[in-house]
């Protein structure tokens, strides 16, 4: 922007320097011109005073020699000059009325002419005055003319060489400025080139100014058919809106309100194909305004994998609901029959018990057995699917209340195994209440189940909400896991211990995991056999939301 | 006329609408050892249960329950509409409805109970839960409460 002033008032000054010159020498011209008009004005005078001195001496000749000879036509001569030289007289009177002096002297000849005998002598003198008066004239307006044609040719010269100087300076300075703006427009033009994006610079027109390869690759057009085309015919929809001032609002303000926002609209090749694009709008200033530079992005490949994610959420979703519904189906349905066989084997043990003979009472007791396991892993499936599936309400509520219900559900547990649990103060955190507590109690119930011959101590902790999430940590000083259980324990039915060890499943922790999934969170646990476990688990802090 | 009382002469009638002949034999034995005479007629739909309380066609000489022990789940008409059909007839409405289903869904129970169940139990599904339920209906039902007697009779 700097150079443009510089070189306009470059070419300013260089103007004005010329004008002034070209003044000043049209008037030396002017002068001088005038000058040779007066120096001829003399000579003219001058033949005129000579014409009239000489036909002054004929008229004189003429009368003298016709007084010596009386011839006639010395007579006829002198009237003749005599009529001369009053002519010559009226034309020197009617050139010489810029000049008093010589008007007075034709005064003076007009009346020494009027007398009856001529003074010849007189008139000699006044002539020859007339005459020295013009030549003296002559020679001051020669040096005149000569001073100001030398003057005049000075001033042009100089005028010449200013304006040539000027030329050279201006010129000079344009190739200085074009060569910098070329660098600039290079350097420019070099940027876009190494942009990854397509790179469009429109100006408030919407007319493109510039562009870089792989706009024009992008879009499908030669090099350079683009220029000067309007941004339209690139992008039909969405963005000359976005530049073009409406009634409202300038178009720098139209602008700022999408800067740095990648907008997503249609891109159309030269093929008349469409294609999803996002742009990306920066402003910048130039010599012919505001211009955008508009960084454009092909997101096909974007879209089409947005695309394929959401069909591919959307059919897991479907399958895990399905799972979901099938699980729920299939162990509350299943219940059904389960309960028949397990009813009526229990009837026939309670009447038949020992009526029969010993094999038939140990193939009662395992059927009994099997049914009543089958009828608890239903129950556990049925419970594991409906884990974390209802309606979650998440609002902020007390964790501690939450672990009080927990250990209200577990006081027998407790009671019979002398556990002592401990806590520290729990925050209040925004979740679904129901579910946490669930988390407490199948934890808490884990560690005293699984407890070491030691009196079961249990404590329950949480760390500060550190933005993202929040950890609470349930400790024992049971039996402990070796690590390379740690993943096998989340999932739905895989135990560590025999039947006869401990009853169960296996289906807490995998219900912890899925409650935990939930709500935003998840669950791992820190142990060494032996030594007691820790289990922690993490819920979404507050910067998470 | 105190149904409670051991001395009645006459079997105290109880309607068991349920489908499967499981439950229904579940039901007899858990019923035998029961305080009093209890005769239980067995509706193995909706659209029986409501001829046998009309005492429409084959049901024309069938004696009005004391209380009905209704399933939700059954075929041809649904327990609950029976349920309401029942609680909607000015003759049957003081019958005593238990409601004795496998389902223990919310929604279920809470909709029973609006439309006016008098008591609504979850079956239990092992046998030893299942026959002391039973025999607390039989307890409460036919032995503490005091029923209203038949209008007509």
């Known amino acids: ?545 | 006329m105190i149904a409670s009382t051991g001395t009645h002469t006459a079997p105290i009638e109880v309607l068991l609408v349920e489908d499967s002949p499981g439950d229904v034999r579940l039901t007899r034995e858990a019923l035998k050892d029961a305080k009093v005479h209890i005769s239980l007629h067995v509706a193995f739909d909706g659209v029986e249960a409501m001829a046998f309380l009309e005492r429409a066609g084959k049901h024309v000489h069938a004696p009005r329950p004391d209380l009905i022990l209704l399933d939700l789940n059954l075929p041809r008409k649904d327990g609950r509409e029976v349920l309401k059909e029942i609680k909607e007839s000015s003759s049957l409405k003081s019958i005593p409805v238990v409601i004795l289903t496998t389902s223990s869904s919310e929604a279920d129970v809470l909709q029973s109970y609006h439309l006016h169940a008098n008591c609504y139990i979850s079956k239990p599904v092992d046998l030893e839960g299942f026959l002391k339920v039973v025999q607390s209906i039989d307890n409460f039902w036919l032995s503490v409460v005091k029923l209203p007697r038949d209008p007509r009779s």
């Open chain 1, 1 to 545: 922007m700097q150079p443009i002033r510089t070189m306009q008032f470059g070419f300013g000054a260089a103007l004005a320097v010329l004008i002034v010159v070209g003044a000043v020498a049209y008037r030396s011209v002017i002068a001088s011109n005038e000058s040779t008009r007066w120096t001829e004005h003399t000579h003219e005078v001058l033949e005129h005073i000579t014409s009239l001195r000489s036909a002054m001496a004929n008229v004189e000749s003429g009368y003298r020699d016709f007084a010596f000879s009386g011839d006639e036509t010395f007579l006829q001569s002198a009237r003749v000059n005599t009529q001369r030289l009053h002519e010559e007289l009226s034309t020197s009177r009617a050139l010489t009325t810029d000049n008093p002096v010589q008007q007075n002297r034709i005064a003076i000849l007009a009346g020494l002419l009027q007398q009856t005998v001529l003074d010849g002598e007189q008139l000699h003198a006044v002539t020859g005055s007339m005459e020295r008066e013009e030549r003296r004239l002559l020679t001051e307006r020669s040096t005149d003319e000569e001073r100001r044609f030398r003057q005049a040719k000075h001033v042009v010269i100089l005028a010449c060489a200013a304006g040539f100087l000027m030329a050279v300076i201006a010129g000079w300075m344009l190739q200085r400025n074009l060569s910098a703006r070329e660098r600039a427009e290079a350097k420019y033009r070099g940027l876009l080139e190494a942009a990854p994006d397509a790179m469009v610079v429109v100006n408030q027109f919407g007319r493109i100014v510039l562009l870089n390869l792989q706009a024009e690759k992008r879009f499908g057009y030669r090099s350079n058919e683009l220029v000067g085309q309007h941004v339209k015919n690139l992008i039909p929809e969405g963005f000359a809106e976005r530049l073009i001032a409406d009634g409202t609002r300038s178009a720098v303000e139209a602008l700022a309100q999408q800067i740095g926002m990648g907008i997503e609209l249609q891109g159309r090749r030269k093929d008349g194909s469409d294609f999803p694009i996002e742009i990306m709008l920066s402003p910048l200033q130039s010599p012919e305004g505001i211009l955008v530079t508009a960084a454009i992005r092909d997101i096909s490949v974007r879209k089409s994998a947005e695309e394929y994610l959401v069909k591919t959420v959307g059919e897991l979703k479907r399958s895990n609901d399905d799972l979901g519904h099938f699980a729920y189906v299939a162990s509350h349905d299943l219940q059904e029959p389960l309960r028949m066989v397990s009813s009526y084997t229990q009837l026939l043990a309670k009447r038949y018990q020992g009526r029969l003979d010993a094999d038939a009472d140990e193939f009662i007791a395992y059927a009994v057995d099997g049914s009543n396991r089958m009828q608890q892993l239903i129950r556990d499936l049925l419970a594991y699917s409906r884990a974390g599936t209802g309606e979650m309400e998440f609002r902020e509520i007390s964790s501690e209340l939450a672990l009080h219900k927990a250990l209200v559900n577990l006081q027998s547990a407790i009671q019979e195994s002398c556990a002592v649990v401990t806590y520290d103060s729990l925050p209040a955190v925004t979740t679904d209440d129901t579910q946490l507590s669930q988390v407490f109690q199948n934890l808490i119930a884990n560690a005293i189940k699984y407890r070491s011959v030691e009196v079961p101590r249990i404590h329950v902790s949480a760390t500060a909400d550190a933005g993202r999430e929040r950890v609470f940590s349930v400790r024992d000083n049971g039996l402990g896991i070796d690590p390379k259980y740690f993943d096998r324990i989340f999932v739905l039915f895989q135990r560590l211990h025999g039947r006869e060890q401990f009853a169960g499943t296996g289906i807490g922790l995998a219900i912890c995991k899925k409650i935990l999934e939930r709500l935003g969170g998840r669950i791992w646990v820190e142990s060494q056999p032996e030594k007691g476990s820790i289990f922690h688990f993490a819920l979404p802090g507050a910067a998470a939301k």
